[in-house]
């Protein structure tokens, strides 16, 4: 594996202009993904991770998004700078995205093929016929039985397990260097969750793409990804290693998750599921300091006064004030 | 297979036409006769003899259960009787006349109303909360809110007694020719293209935020093949819904608009025919309307399914 960057984010800040105010969705986010690296991006409803990543392929309508600051350079290319072609260029033949529900995600007028076909004839220049013979092997490949009839059906016709093999069928067309999948299993049965995680996984690495995969399920991180960013509130609490902030969390939001994960190893009634206490804060009224802080069982004095800044601890980032030398004095 | 599926649907729904149209025939005909008068009661008082010779060669004599079931008789023989006031001609005669007009009529009112009422709605809905939108939907607000009867005179003041450049009536005269059709096809359509702009305008919108879109914008389509290849189909459904109400529109706008612009149609005879309390002839066509908006819905049901993949025929 090499280790280049292919997609580094710097300090990106994706903001909604509402009528309750500015909606600070994203608000100074980064990360870097490497060449063939797997990176788990966590957090609760709304903490901002889909956001990011509609924002890594300027996917937000305009208004009301602003990306109001930061960079997104993929191989060097500022993309938050790139012109509408450009765009078109990276989409879905550099960076391409599975969403979360595939029952909606797909042309429910279109057959399956042209759904496909669009792709490889836009961004490989194929011919029509071309193109249907490689829809035919591409839905073998993400293990659609029968693929020569299924290219023919539309979208209802096919399960929600198999509504998403065909998006990553879509997705990899190209041999993409990135592959966002937003939450790709959330709206998948229990049993069809793991067949999908897998194959995403299989074919990525066959591939050598990168993928960001975006989840709020801390079992699918600790099982596929080499790194992981926890995302609170619009900024990332937590980022480094996968081995590391799962053995040694550091940020009290991060062991708060990691706590809050279902045990099988418990007997029934043998101590009660933990949840975090409180309700994440208002993307239009953030508290003072850190945002955590009036959840925080740790919270200093500090906390609620000023931001944390970022500290390096342990192998891994992490936005505490408990990490600061002088966090024992207060 | 398919098409087989098609045919057979067809059939069965034309077979469930028959109880529609006895339904409507059937009421119809009891309720013209409650209503006050009779055929012969006209100013000119007529004698009570001749009345009654008249109305004894066209059976209103007979007990109405009897004159009910001989009319149902004739119309199942495609016979539709004869005027009680143009008693020249059949009543067959009349409609061969008539429908023809009102059909040319209605279908170019149609033809208008759907395609500029799309063109505008898709415009609209691409350049959203722009002056151009909101000027259009300001016209379109407009033409719903303003019927026809201010409209077609309105129009007929401004292009034949104010400009001159078009006849204030008339059908196809050899004189003014196919000029006399600008107008009462304009009038007509007019709320039809403004209810298919409105709902191509929201129906667009709708489709341009659902996710297969955000999908087509990942895939790196060209804002062109969003629209037409991916945005048009699904946003043309509700529109092929509105077609049964849009053609029942057309069908009581034409007996408006016949008589603004004097056009020798059904929706004259109509209107007459019910004034002069002519039985037969207001039975006729309300049974030619009926058929025409029966068709008219399975037209629009089977454009629905051929769009909408999702459509099962059972």
Avoid at chain 1, 294 to 311: I, K, T
Avoid at chain 2, 20 to 31: H, K, N
Avoid at chain 2, 193 to 208: D, G, W
Wanted: net charge neutral; hydrophobic share 45%; with cysteine.
């Amino acid at each position: 594996m090499t280790e280049e960057t292919i997609l580094e984010v710097r300090d990106l800040c994706t903001h909604f202009r509402t009528d309750e105010g500015l909606v600070k969705a994203v608000d100074g986010v980064s990360f870097t993904l490497n060449d063939g690296e797997t990176l788990g991006i966590v957090g609760e409803s709304g903490s901002g991770k889909s956001v990011t990543n509609l924002s890594i392929l300027r996917l937000l309508p305009q208004p009301p998004a602003i990306h109001s600051g930061g960079q997104i350079l993929y191989r060097g290319r500022n993309i938050l700078n790139m012109n509408e072609s450009e765009l078109r260029d990276i989409r879905g033949n550099k960076i391409s995205m599975i969403f979360q529900d595939p029952m909606t995600s797909l042309n429910p007028y279109m057959r399956i093929t042209h759904q496909i076909e669009e792709t490889l004839m836009l961004h490989q220049g194929l011919p029509q016929k071309q193109a249907a013979e490689k829809a035919v092997e591409l839905l073998a490949q993400v293990g659609i039985p029968d693929p020569r009839v299924r290219a023919r059906q539309y979208p209802h016709q096919f399960s929600g397990g198999m509504r998403q093999r065909v998006m990553i069928a879509m997705a990899l067309s190209c041999r993409p260097d990135i592959l966002i999948a937003d939450e790709p299993t959330t709206a998948l049965d229990v049993t069809i969750q793991a067949q999908i995680l897998d194959l995403i996984r299989e074919l990525t690495r066959e591939l050598g793409t990168s993928v960001i995969l975006i989840t709020h399920d801390l079992g699918v991180v600790a099982g596929i990804c080499d790194n992981v960013a926890v995302m609170y509130a619009g900024r990332i609490v937590e980022y480094g290693p996968v081995e590391e902030i799962f053995a040694r969390p550091q940020h009290p939001y991060t062991q708060g998750l990691l706590r809050s994960v279902p045990r099988l190893d418990l007997e029934p009634g043998e101590g009660r599921l933990y949840s975090i206490p409180g309700a994440p804060p208002s993307l239009v009224d953030l508290p003072e300091g850190c945002y955590f802080q009036p959840r925080c069982e740790h919270a200093l004095p500090v906390c609620s006064r000023r931001y944390p800044p970022e500290f390096k601890t342990l192998g891994r980032r992490s936005a505490c004030w408990l990490h600061h030398p002088e966090a024992e004095r207060g | 297979m398919i098409r087989c599926n098609v045919l057979a649907y067809v059939l069965r729904r034309i077979v469930g036409m028959v109880p529609t149209l006895f339904i409507i025939v059937t009421l119809s005909f009891f309720i013209i006769r409650l209503a006050p008068g009779s055929p012969f009661s006209s100013e000119r008082n007529l004698p009570p003899s001749v009345i009654a010779n008249l109305e004894k060669k066209v059976h209103l004599d007979e007990p109405l259960p009897l004159q009910y079931l001989r009319y149902l008789g004739d119309v199942l023989r495609g016979d539709l009787g004869y005027s009680t006031k143009h008693v020249d001609f059949t009543i067959n005669e009349f409609i061969a006349r008539a429908l023809p007009v009102s059909m040319t009529l209605g279908a170019l009112a149609l033809v208008l109303a759907l395609s500029v009422g799309i063109t505008v709605g898709v415009v609209s809905a691409l350049k959203r909360n722009s002056l151009m939108d909101h000027s259009l939907m300001a016209l379109a607000i407009l033409g719903i809110s303003v019927p026809m009867f201010v409209i077609g005179p309105l129009l007929q003041l401004l292009f034949s007694v104010h400009l001159g450049w078009l006849p204030t009536a008339g059908w196809l005269s050899s004189r003014a020719g196919g000029l006399t059709l600008i107008l009462p096809v304009l009038t007509l359509a007019v709320t039809d293209f403004a209810y298919i702009a409105r709902l191509t305008r929201t129906s667009v919108l709708e489709v341009l935020r659902s996710d297969y879109i955000r999908t087509a914008r990942a895939k790196g389509l060209s804002q062109r093949a969003i629209i037409w290849k991916h945005t048009l189909r699904g946003a043309m459904l509700p529109v092929v819904s509105f077609l049964g109400p849009a053609f029942a529109n057309i069908v009581t706008g034409s007996v408006v608009v016949e008589s603004i612009f004097d056009i020798p149609g059904m929706g004259r005879f109509f209107v007459n025919s019910a004034l002069n309390r002519d039985y037969f002839m207001i039975m006729a066509t309300v049974i030619v309307y009926a058929v025409i908006l029966v068709i008219a819905n399975l037209i629009a049901d089977l454009v629905y399914a051929a769009l909408d993949p999702r459509v099962v025929y059972e």
